[in-house]
Every structure is written in structure tokens, then in C-alpha cells.
């Protein structure tokens, strides 16, 4: 066994003096016990202290991060104000739009409505922020979801306007809209007259375009040749005759043709040349007598004109 006795050496003021002092392990285990809990609570009051600090510091950084988040999503706001301001112009040109096309405009309700899809639920998350935050950002993705609804409606009514308008300039070159003769003028219009032949009070169910011998005629519109007139007697009837028909109900005659220069079953377009102004038939000069019917019925041809 090693000696269980320490030997303390103090120094007094008349000189030097050894003592031993009998420690035991009792004592030992006492003084190190309390050196222990000393240590540790100095360890844990620095650490404390050090947590502290850097919890600190952390809590700085975060707020700095908010801060910048915060200004961020003022930023964003501001870009999608803008993004806002230049769909609301696009919503203005699309009513303009579906105006020409015939359509209907689409009312704000209905814009800001959308065409449906998922509504943004309040999510528990946003309790982490601050009031003011939590709102900013719902709002900011409420707003979000309103521009994507109207990107989308602006998107369909597009579709929709192309569509009509396609089908409408189709229907358009199928009207009768121009004059078949470039040159001459009307000398005969459409309605009750005096008869040039028997002087009576008759119906004359198109009009006539004064023009010489020769002078080309133009299919008013689209569509295909159903009929055609070679053969004829002097002085009567239309003469040498081209119908064309249009579709929906719609067909054009052109009568007293010199020559005639389509075959039947063909497909003309507006401005292709079908013949040309003669006398044929029932006329007392050249000219070219025009007809438009609708559904059987004969109408005034100068109704269909947008010259
Ligand atoms: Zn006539």
C-alpha cells in the first residue's frame, strides 16, 4: 500500500516549518467532489454563455432573412402589379377582339372568376410568420392564382375568336360582295320598272351593268358553276347564262354573256373571270344582267356590295 499522507509545506513568516497534514480519502473525494461541481458549473456557465451568443447571433441571421424575404415578396408584389397591368390590357384588346368576331365580351366577374382549377387553401404554415406576413404572402398567392386564371381564360377566348374568325372569313368569301363588272355603271337597278320591251310595269328581279361587248365578268364570290346556258333565242330570256352557287342558300346569275368561260361542276373563286359582257338573249344593248338569290328568292344584289 503507497503512504496515504500527503506532506504540505507552508512557509510562515519566521521561516520555514513543515506539517504534515493526515488527509484521508473521505476529504479527498470531498475537495474533488467540489472541484468537480465548480468545474462544471464554470463549464456550464460558459456554455451558457456561448449558446447564448450564438443563439444570438443565429436569431440575427433569421432576421436578416426575413427581413430580406419580406422585401423580397414586396418586390414580387411589385412585378406582378405589372404583370397585373399588362394582362388588364390584354383583357381589353380580347374585347375588342370578340367584338369584331360577333362574340360576346367576357365580364370581369367572370375574368376574376376563372375557369375554375384548385382555390388556395390557407395554409397552417403561414401561422410561422407574422400577421401582417402571413397575409402578405396569401394574398401575394391568391393574386398569383387570379393572373393564372385570367392567363387562362385570355388563352381560351383567343382559340374561341380564331375559330369564329376563320369560319366567318370563310362564310365572307362566299358572299356575293363585289360588282361582277369593274367597269360600267348600273343602268338598271333592282325592282319594278318600266320594261324596256312592252313598256309595262314589271319586276326586273336583279341589275344590269352597262358595259361593251367583251369586257370580262368577275365571280362575285366563292363557289361552285351549277349551271350553264349556251344555247338561246334572240330576244329572249336570260342568253348566254352562269350560275354560281355560294352554299347557304346562296347563288349569283350573270345573263346576256358574249362568252362564257368556266365549265359546269368547277370551283371559282371571288375575282376569277367567268365570261364576258355580251347581248345575248334579252337585251337591248351589251350589258350584263346580275342576279343574287337567296333561298329561290331574288334579292337586290346591291345589298351584298361592300364597295
Ligand atoms: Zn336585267
Known amino acids: 500500500m503507497r503512504d496515504k499522507r500527503i506532506k504540505l509545506i507552508y512557509f510562515s513568516l519566521g521561516g520555514s516549518e513543515v506539517k504534515d497534514i493526515a488527509l484521508d480519502w ?13 468545474l462544471i458549473f464554470i463549464i456550464g456557465v460558459a456554455l451558457s454563455f456561448f449558446t447564448d451568443t450564438f443563439d444570438n447571433m443565429k436569431i440575427s ?10 422585401s423580397q415578396l414586396i418586390e414580387m408584389r411589385k ?9 388588364q390590357q390584354l383583357e381589353g384588346e380580347d374585347d375588342q377582339l370578340r367584338m369584331i368576331a360577333g362574340l360576346d365580351t367576357i365580364d370581369q366577374d367572370m375574368r376574376l372568376a376563372g375557369v375554375g382549377g384548385p382555390e388556395y387553401v390557407y395554409n397552417e404554415d403561414l401561422n410561422y410568420f407574422s400577421a401582417d406576413l402571413g397575409t402578405h404572402v396569401f394574398e401575394t398567392k391568391d393574386l398569383i392564382d387570379q393572373l393564372k386564371n385570367k392567363i387562362q381564360l385570355l388563352t381560351e377566348s383567343r382559340e374561341e375568336i380564331f375559330d369564329t374568325l376563320r369560319a366567318k372569313e370563310n362564310e365572307i368569301k362566299h358572299l356575293p360582295t363585289i360588282k361582277p363588272v369593274r367597269i360600267g355603271r348600273i343602268t338598271s337597278h333592282f325592282g319594278t320598272r318600266i320594261d324596256p320591251f312592252t313598256e309595262q310595269r314589271t319586276v ?18 366563292d363557289g361552285i358553276v351549277t349551271r ?9 330570256g336570260y342568253g348566254k347564262l ?14 346576256h354573256l358574249d362568252k362564257i368561260k368556266v365549265k359546269h361542276g368547277q370551283k371559282v373563286k ?32 346591291i345589298m351584298y356590295f361592300f364597295e
Do not use: C
Open 270 to 301: 371571288r375575282w376569277e373571270v367567268i365570261g364576258e359582257v355580251g347581248e345575248t338573249g334579252r337585251a337591248t344593248g351589251p350589258h350584263l344582267h346580275y342576279e343574287v338569290v337567296l333561298f329561290d328568292k331574288r334579292v337586290n344584289p
Open 61 to 70: 441571421s433569421l432576421e436578416k432573412v426575413n427581413f430580406t424575404l419580406s
Open 242 to 255: 352562269v350560275e354560281i352557287d355560294h352554299g347557304n342558300g346562296l347563288k349569283t346569275k350573270y345573263g
Open 79 to 87: 412585378q406582378i402589379n405589372q404583370v397585373e397591368s399588362r394582362i
Open 26 to 38: 473521505k476529504k479527498l473525494i470531498l475537495l474533488s467532489s467540489m472541484l468537480l461541481i465548480i
Open 204 to 221: 326586273h328581279p336583279g341589275i344590269d351593268i352597262g358595259a361593251p361587248v367583251g369586257t370580262p365578268v368577275f365571280a362575285s364570290a
Open 228 to 236: 350553264i346556258n349556251r344555247s338561246y333565242k334572240k330576244n329572249k
